[in-house]
């Protein structure tokens, strides 16, 4: 079985960035990157049994995207995506 997680921009600070990440806009949950001590916290959970499974995708995503193409002083995107 495929995951999809979308995760939308909800605010981004001086010191991260949090999305609203889940299945769809109707099924979402929120989480926190910090960007000063690279940690990642979960706001609220996606509801569901799947919860973790989307939190954990949602977490990689960023990751990925903070090491892969985040340079001192750029913006996160508005939206970002995982497919698996």
């Known amino acids: 079985m495929g995951i999809s997680v979308l995760l939308l921009k909800e605010k981004e600070h001086n010191g991260g960035v949090i999305y609203k990440y889940g299945p769809n806009e109707q099924l979402m949950g929120r989480i926190e990157l910090n960007t000063k001590i690279l940690t990642f916290h979960q706001l609220s959970p996606v509801p569901g ?36």
């Open 49 to 84: 049994e799947e919860g973790l499974v989307y939190y954990n995708r949602a977490a990689g995503r960023l990751a990925r995207f903070y090491y892969t193409e985040y340079t001192e002083g750029s913006v996160f995107p508005d939206e970002l995506f995982h497919f698996s």
